[in-house]
């Protein structure tokens, strides 16, 4: 399996390499984006001042801490817990993200439907998984909270973190077909099958 650290934004080239089971490390600007910041823009017409083309995004409303504006914290928050959320609930926004804004990579827990992944085998893109419960580690890879967009949406406002060494991050579903999600499940619908027909239970 392959390895990477990239500096954001990356290129199509660069997504099109990603194969389920590589890791890859990210450095210099992530964005934070959840549900509330996906309906405001997709469902409600809003707009964000922010350039997202090639750009990696994470499933998250974090917890920071109002703190005076300085240079290590220039938009007045500081981090306090960058946890990652669940993403299937914000399958139907995949592919306005990666069409409408050029998003490259999403990175969230528990995996994306065959929509996302129809989406990112068309238009480019991967789906980087965090484990859950991570949240502490998480938020050690980033540095700062540089700009926020959308912050009438608090704490679901569209957040640009600085991070460093973000990762490694397991490629979960990639562009080519592959994700680890439909692999499990058919594995574990296969072993259910075979348990029930070793016990005599007809299923149909």
Request: glycine content about 10%.
């Amino acid at each position: 399996m392959a390895q990477y650290s990239w500096p954001t934004p990356i290129t199509l080239d660069q997504v099109r390499l990603l194969r389920v089971g590589d890791s890859v490390t990210l450095q210099g600007a992530l964005f934070g984006i959840r549900d509330a910041t996906q309906i405001a823009l997709f469902d409600r017409g809003r707009s964000t001042r922010f350039d997202l083309a090639g750009h990696a995004v994470i499933h998250t409303a974090p917890n920071v801490s109002k703190v005076a504006v300085s240079r290590e914290h220039p938009t007045g928050y500081a981090p306090v817990c960058i946890g990652t959320t669940t993403s299937a609930r914000m399958e139907r926004f995949t592919r306005p993200l990666l069409e409408r804004y050029g998003v490259r990579l999403i990175i969230g827990k528990g995996g994306l439907g065959a929509g996302s992944l129809a989406a990112f085998a068309e238009l480019g893109g991967a789906y980087l998984a965090i484990t859950g419960g991570a949240a502490a580690l998480e938020t050690t890879w980033v540095e700062a909270i540089e700009d926020v967009d959308l912050d009438d949406l608090h704490p679901e406002s569209l957040w640009r973190f600085r991070v460093r060494d973000f990762g490694p991050l397991r490629v979960a579903m990639d562009s080519h077909g592959g994700s680890v999600y439909a692999t499990v499940d058919a594995g574990a619908r296969a072993k259910r099958a075979a348990a029930l027909a070793a016990l005599g239970v007809k299923t149909r």
